[in-house]
């Protein structure tokens, strides 16, 4: 392989499971999921692009699925109110509205379409933008959106990759469960995020591409027994 000085160059294997015209896509993730997503839309594959609005980070995007997979349904009680639009802390802005039962019915109609979605795809498609979280100091959780509530009702922390890993190792378990012929891509969001300075950018992608390693690991254990080959996840 010619060496070029400018860039790395990566020699990649063609994988054992292609996605097809045929394959049911489900993205979710940061904006990076939402606009390759929006392509295999456009391009007329039977897709699903972030059922819950752009979600950031590990534990929002776990939770994420975890609603979708229980078929969790939320109540008037879970949103909470601020200059007059009634939010979901797990969910968009997208789903924010002047109305309560309006907002209500437009989450548990988006979880409704996407458990049903996930049930037959092939293929999930997991992009994490950032190892950084914001924990609502009163609800003591971790949450998806903070919309624009103030700065102290939060702590900000960054995710250490042992807390990532043994989210998504279970998760990963739930989710072959409930779809077994599933399988997972995980990617990180190319996007920088610069107003926590190069470093702090560079050392919170490497932890979200911690959930790569639970995913190795998964595949280890989720050996065929009829080729006697692992499978990818």
Same mark, same amino acid.
Request: include cysteine.
């Given at each position: 392989m010619q060496k070029d000085p400018f860039r790395t160059i990566v020699q990649i294997e063609k994988p054992l499971d292609l996605v097809t015209v045929d394959s049911g896509v489900f993205f979710i993730g940061s904006c990076f999921a939402g606009n390759i997503g929006q392509k295999m839309v456009d391009a007329r594959f039977p897709s699903m692009v972030n059922p819950y609005g752009v979600l %950031?980070?590990?534990f929002s995007v776990a939770a994420a699925l975890e609603s979708i997979v229980e078929h969790r349904m939320v109540s008037e009680d879970d949103l909470v109110e601020k200059d007059g639009l009634w939010h !979901? %802390? /797990?969910h968009h802005g997208r789903f924010s509205h002047p109305d309560l039962p309006t907002a209500v019915k437009a989450i548990n109609e988006a979880t409704e379409t +996407?458990?049903?979605?996930?049930? !037959? +795809?092939?293929? @999930?498609i997991v992009t994490l933008g950032t190892a950084y979280v914001y924990e609502h100091? /009163?609800?003591q959780r971790v949450v998806a959106n903070c919309h624009k509530f103030p700065d102290m009702d939060f702590n900000r922390y960054l995710l250490e990759p042992e807390e990532i890993i043994e989210v998504w190792k279970e998760l990963i378990v739930r989710l072959?469960? %409930?779809n077994p012929s599933v399988k997972i891509i995980f =990617?990180?969001?190319p996007v920088r995020h610069w107003k926590d300075g190069a470093h702090g950018n560079q050392v919170s992608r490497v932890r979200a591409s911690s959930t790569d390693w639970? +995913? @190795?690991? /998964? +595949? =280890?254990?989720?050996? !065929?027994v009829e080729s006697g080959q692992g499978k990818g996840l």
């Open positions: %950031f980070n590990p !979901s %802390f /797990m +996407a458990h049903h979605f996930l049930q !037959s +795809a092939e293929f @999930i100091k /009163m609800e072959r469960v %409930f =990617t990180v969001s639970a +995913a @190795i690991s /998964m +595949a =280890t254990c989720c050996l !065929s």
